[in-house]
């Protein structure tokens, strides 16, 4: 986004060797102080409008600073690194989709501790939760589906392992056998069903530059009436 600032030079000539060099260490400061600002309005918004379980996100959210004080060389940057690209997303809007394997795998309240607001805990990672499912065939040969799920709960259970039903992913944590009656609990902890997820516009950077830029111009004047009572560039 351009910035222009107007310059009053009758009212700055006064007292100055150098008017261009002052005006441009103004334009300098005010480029990094609008920066600035609007990282720190991009932080709020990010924080207002997702569901942040971590410092990840706001850690990459950056600003660049100028550190040359010729005009046209000028430039400073606000946005989030690459590591967090998801947040060009988050801002479009659009599709997300799975970057390994054809489905996305969305956690579920217990992967993530009984919150949403938290990260999925270590033990729940679904890569470690790969070498966990129960898999491979039964010796015996069963009458019905529903009797060979019940057998397989059985060895989840038993062993600590997990299931898969169709698209879901299941930890068994209760089993119990009396008589002819069979009662076993599960906890979902993944949703494999998803190709896609369609993801909401949340404008967040354009809203956090938009009035630093606006008040450039007021930032600039106030550089120059510090600049007007220094003897840095007198």
Do not use: C, W
């Not at 479009?92 to 949403?116: D, T, V």
């Amino acid at each position: 986004m351009n910035i222009n600032l107007k310059i009053d030079t009758e009212k700055i000539n006064r007292g100055f060797v150098d008017l261009q060099k002052a005006s441009n260490r103004a334009a300098k400061n005010t480029l990094n102080i609008v920066a600035a600002i609007s990282r720190r309005n991009y932080v709020k918004n990010a924080r207002d409008s997702l569901i942040l379980r971590n410092n990840f996100t706001i850690a990459n959210i950056r600003y660049e600073k100028t550190e040359t004080e010729d005009i046209s060389q000028m430039e400073t940057r606000v946005g989030a690194r690459d590591r967090a690209g998801y947040m060009e997303l988050q801002e479009e809007g659009g599709k997300r989709r799975s970057k390994r394997g054809s489905a996305l795998a969305i956690p579920q309240l217990y992967a993530r501790g009984g919150s949403n607001r938290r990260l999925v805990t270590r033990q729940n990672y679904l890569r470690k939760l790969k070498s966990k499912k129960v898999k491979g065939k039964f010796k015996k040969k069963f009458r019905s589906k529903k009797a060979m799920n019940v057998a397989r709960a059985a060895v989840a259970f038993r062993e600590k392992k997990v299931l898969r039903y169709s698209d879901n992913i299941f930890l068994i944590t209760s089993f119990k056998k009396n008589k002819n009656r069979i009662q076993f609990k599960k906890k979902h902890l993944y949703n494999l069903s998803q190709r896609t997820a369609n993801i909401k516009s949340r404008k967040m950077l354009l809203p956090a530059i938009e009035k630093p830029v606006h008040d450039s111009q007021n930032i600039y004047n106030s550089q120059m009436k510090k600049l007007l009572k220094s003897t840095e560039i007198i």
